[in-house]
């Protein structure tokens, strides 16, 4: 006879189911500790990806619409280009929140080919697949 069962009012059964429950509680308030909860991370391209697109889609959209590419300064943002006595010029600018904003500017006869800065434009879309 043990202990347990000589006392009275308490039977073995309860002490076990007893145990039990510590250790499944216990065992759970562990698994609960070891649990890390991470802040979330924006995933997506970094400045410098995004200006490289930009700068690749502005000359491809040139180069889409016969401009013939003659000056390009990466560092300052800007490709000049020639199309028939047309200056085509696009300029790449960050702007203060990480956006890259192009813009296109045309000189030069432009009345010979009033739609080239527009077609221009709507080839740098095309390739922004806007």
């Known amino acids: 006879m043990t202990?347990?069962?000589?006392?009275?009012?308490?039977a073995r059964d309860?002490?076990?189911?007893?145990m039990q429950r510590l250790i499944c509680l216990l065992l759970l308030l562990f698994t609960l500790g070891g649990?890390?909860?991470?802040?979330?991370?924006?995933v997506g391209p970094t400045q410098q990806q995004r200006f490289d697109r930009s700068w690749s889609a502005a000359m491809g959209a040139m180069i889409d619409q016969g401009v013939t590419?003659?000056?390009?300064?990466?560092?300052?943002g800007v490709i000049r280009g020639n199309r028939g006595g047309i200056t085509i010029a696009a300029?790449?600018?960050t702007l203060a929140d990480g956006s890259?904003?192009?813009r296109f500017?045309?000189?030069?006869q432009t009345s010979t080919d009033p739609g080239l800065i527009h077609r221009v434009s709507d080839s740098y879309d095309r390739r922004m697949g806007r």
């Not at 202990?3 to 308490?10: E, K, V």
């Not at 309860?14 to 007893?18: G, K, L």
């Not at 649990?35 to 924006?42: Q, T």
């Not at 500017?105 to 030069?108: L, R, T, V, W, Y």
């Open 91 to 93: 300029q790449l600018q």
């Open 69 to 76: 590419i003659e000056a390009q300064d990466r560092g300052a």
């Open 14 to 18: 309860d002490y076990t189911e007893r």
């Open 105 to 108: 500017d045309q000189s030069g």
């Open 3 to 10: 202990w347990l069962s000589a006392t009275p009012g308490f």
């Open 100 to 102: 890259i904003q192009v």
């Open 35 to 42: 649990c890390v909860v991470y802040e979330p991370v924006a």
